[in-house]
């Protein structure tokens, strides 16, 4: 399986982005999803989606990230609103045949993308 990224771009504080993730090969019964890093910060887990659909976010993005999946366009997407200077950084999609679901895990993952920037400005 390989994921690609799309949807980075530059937007001001307050404004929304979708990031797209696509993948080659079948993700059943993968756990998907999405970490970023920004310089000279640890990666940070954003959010996951399980193929149940099962999701779940980081404390830092519930209520202004929702994170969905298209398995017929074997996709994912992370709809990004009301975003912060701090959510500047590069954001990878990644993932792996797993049976749980932790965000804090993610960065982790064995599969993942090549990023796309994001970047918040005030």
């Known amino acids: 399986v390989q994921l690609v990224e799309s949807g980075g771009g530059s937007v001001q504080a307050g404004g929304s982005l979708r990031l797209s993730c696509t993948a080659s090969?079948?993700?059943?019964?993968?756990?998907l999803g999405w970490f970023r890093q920004a310089p000279g910060k640890e990666r940070e887990g954003v959010a996951g989606?399980?193929?149940?659909?099962?999701?779940a976010y980081a404390d830092s993005v519930k209520g202004r990230f929702t994170i969905s999946k298209d398995s017929a366009k074997n996709t994912i997407y992370l709809q990004m609103n009301s975003l912060r200077p701090e959510d500047t950084g590069m954001y990878y999609c990644a993932g792996e045949p797993r049976t749980n679901l932790l965000v804090s895990a993610i960065p982790q993952y064995k599969i993942r993308g090549q990023g796309t920037q994001v970047t918040v400005s005030s």
């Open positions: 989606i399980r193929w149940t659909s099962f999701t």
């Open positions: 090969g079948s993700t059943a019964s993968y756990s």
